[in-house]
């Protein structure tokens, strides 16, 4: 099958989606992306998120002058893509606990790095993926979209994130394809003192971000998120927030009301993050992630027609920060294997199934390991047994080969 013949519908335009149409641009592969919401970022809320193993890959995927452009979009610009250690502290007292090491990476804004991801890809708005056909002859496909949108295509590729409307197709019923709950409480806040002296102090210790783990079973985050007015300028940087704790999720709240509850907790904390919580403007909207999970597991991809990427393939609590670096792996690993079938090497089919073959097992075993290990970090008394203790950021022994591979890129 030649260039010419490929075309690609890929459905959704998260971070995944983005990257999956960057890689095929860059190979002149024709491509259609739809997405259901009505613009970029419509309905979400700001988070920052880490990029380690996976960056070698990164660079592979995306065009050069669109990579180019990655350090600029760092939580912290004064440091950008660096190697270093990631802070685990105690809650209490403040002090170190370990330092996770990692090897060329940042941490990226959620909105930066989606429209770093966004740029000079076509993606068509508002477009709710209501149903897949697969032509009888076994080649090709028709997905159909609320609005009315039919399009024809050599294959799908749901990139549509953890309630995968693909993933119902692959599975054949949204009860394979449903989620799982995580049990916790998890909060998420965007937060401005505006205040330059405040801003330095709570991050003076730790220049780009910490996790502070409580002997009380939960957790504190802080990152820089942006530095609008750049580094000289505190009084208008922005950082990202979050605490959690085990239990119930159905928390019908309002924004003060769990605010309250938070800097009740942050009340016992040590330095910085006591100050960092309990200076939160009275204003600060307190969101509630939701977080769930589906372990990975095989599904019909009508011979090579459909496939699964990212979220939609293997949904994870963040709590190891392997999310993103996954599923830049799996675009990486499904673009090769497209690519072998322009080049004649090998058929729709066989590709992917040898990328669902590495890919399933994978995400199998680090939803696995995610869900293990943010347990674990509720658990004062069993977190130094926890994977992100015992294994870092690296990616888990039985796929010890990807983290080879990304390292000789």
């Known amino acids: ?232 300028h505190p009084e208008s940087w922005i950082f990202h927030m979050a605490m959690a704790w085990l239990g119930d999720s159905n928390n019908m709240m309002s924004y003060p009301e769990r605010l309250a509850m938070i800097k009740a907790k942050a009340e016992g904390l040590g330095e910085p993050a006591r100050s960092a919580f309990m200076w939160m403007p009275d204003d600060t909207e307190v969101h509630k992630a939701d977080i769930s999970y589906w372990i990975s597991q095989p599904w019909n991809n009508h011979h090579g027609r459909l496939t699964l990427v990212g979220d939609a393939a293997h949904p994870m609590p963040p709590y190891r920060g392997q999310g993103l670096n996954h599923c830049i792996c799996d675009v990486s690993h499904l673009l090769k294997g497209i690519l072998g079938v322009c080049d004649g090497n090998t058929t729709l089919a066989e590709a992917i199934d040898v990328y669902e073959k590495e890919m399933i097992p994978r995400g199998k075993e680090e939803v696995s390991c995610s869900v293990e290990n943010g347990m674990m970090l509720h658990d004062w008394n069993k977190i130094q047994e926890s994977p992100v203790f015992r294994r870092g950021f690296k990616p888990m022994d039985g796929h010890s080969s990807v983290e080879k591979e990304s390292v000789k890129a």
């Not at 909060?187 to 996790?211: C, H, I, W």
């Open 1 to 232: 099958m030649s260039i010419q013949d490929l075309h690609v519908i890929v459905v959704g335009a998260g971070i995944t989606g983005l990257l999956t149409c960057q890689g095929l641009r860059k190979a002149g592969i024709r491509y259609s992306l739809f997405e259901r919401d009505v613009s970029m970022n419509y309905r979400s809320n700001e988070w920052t998120m880490a990029i380690h193993w996976a960056l070698p890959l990164l660079k592979e995927t995306l065009p050069a002058e669109v990579y180019a452009n990655l350090p600029d979009i760092a939580c912290n610009p004064t440091v950008g893509i660096h190697s270093g250690l990631y802070p685990i502290i105690n809650g209490e007292t403040g002090d170190l606990i370990t330092g996770v090491p990692y090897k060329d990476g940042l941490r990226v804004p959620r909105s930066k790095m989606r429209a770093l991801c966004a740029q000079g890809v076509n993606i068509q708005y508002g477009k709710a993926l209501v149903d897949i056909a697969f032509n009888e002859s076994s080649n090709g496909v028709i997905a159909t979209f609320s609005d009315g949108t039919l399009v024809s295509g050599t294959m799908v590729i749901g990139t549509d994130g953890p309630r995968s409307r693909v993933r119902e197709t692959a599975m054949g019923s949204a009860e394979k394809a449903a989620v799982t709950k995580f049990p916790i409480f998890h909060t998420n806040m965007t937060v401005s003192y505006g205040d330059a002296e405040k801003a330095r102090y709570v991050r003076q210790k730790f220049p780009t971000s910490y996790l502070a783990l409580s002997q009380r079973s939960f957790h504190a985050f802080q990152s820089i998120s942006s530095m609008p007015d750049g580094p000289d």
